[in-house]
């Protein structure tokens, strides 16, 4: 085999086993995004969410409304529950960060 086609052979190699490795974390990633909970707590400036992944770390603290101006805090529970289930729903489905625009805060009933 000429020096040229072992070098083809290492670069094939080395894609297909980049290729596995990459698809691989992925696969453990969204299996991991599946069993994502959350937690509502009282703040200085109002209501606030975590969001935990099945093994209890931290994924998410927002001690303040997402993608609005200001350090206010949720009025409600409620309110902070809502936007915490919309965050774990766009993890889920691959958005990460789960970004939070002012008007599904709107449609939510948040703001």
Same mark, same amino acid.
């Given at each position: 085999?000429? @020096?040229?086609?072992?070098? /083809?052979?290492?670069?094939? *190699?080395?894609?297909?086993?980049? %290729?596995? %490795? *990459?698809?691989?974390?992925?696969? @453990?990633?969204?299996?991991?995004?599946?069993?994502? &909970?959350?937690?509502?707590?009282?703040?200085?400036? #109002?209501?606030?969410?975590? /969001?935990? &992944? =099945?093994? &209890?770390?931290?994924? /998410?603290?927002?001690?303040?409304? +997402? #993608?609005? +101006?200001?350090? =206010? #805090?949720?009025?409600?529970?409620?309110?902070?529950?809502?936007?915490?289930?919309?965050?774990?729903?766009? /993890?889920?489905?691959?958005? %990460?960060? +789960? &970004? *939070?625009? +002012?008007?599904?805060? =709107?449609?939510? #009933? *948040?703001?």
């Amino acid at each position: 085999m000429s @020096r040229r086609n072992k070098s /083809i052979l290492l670069l094939l *190699v080395l894609a297909v086993s980049a %290729f596995f %490795f *990459v698809f691989r974390k992925n696969e @453990r990633q969204t299996a991991r995004a599946r069993n994502l &909970t959350y937690q509502t707590f009282s703040a200085e400036n #109002g209501w606030g969410y975590r /969001i935990f &992944t =099945d093994d &209890t770390l931290l994924l /998410i603290q927002q001690d303040v409304i +997402p #993608g609005m +101006p200001g350090n =206010d #805090g949720f009025n409600s529970e409620a309110k902070a529950a809502a936007t915490a289930n919309l965050v774990i729903s766009k /993890i889920r489905n691959g958005l %990460f960060p +789960p &970004t *939070v625009s +002012p008007a599904e805060l =709107d449609s939510l #009933g *948040v703001l």
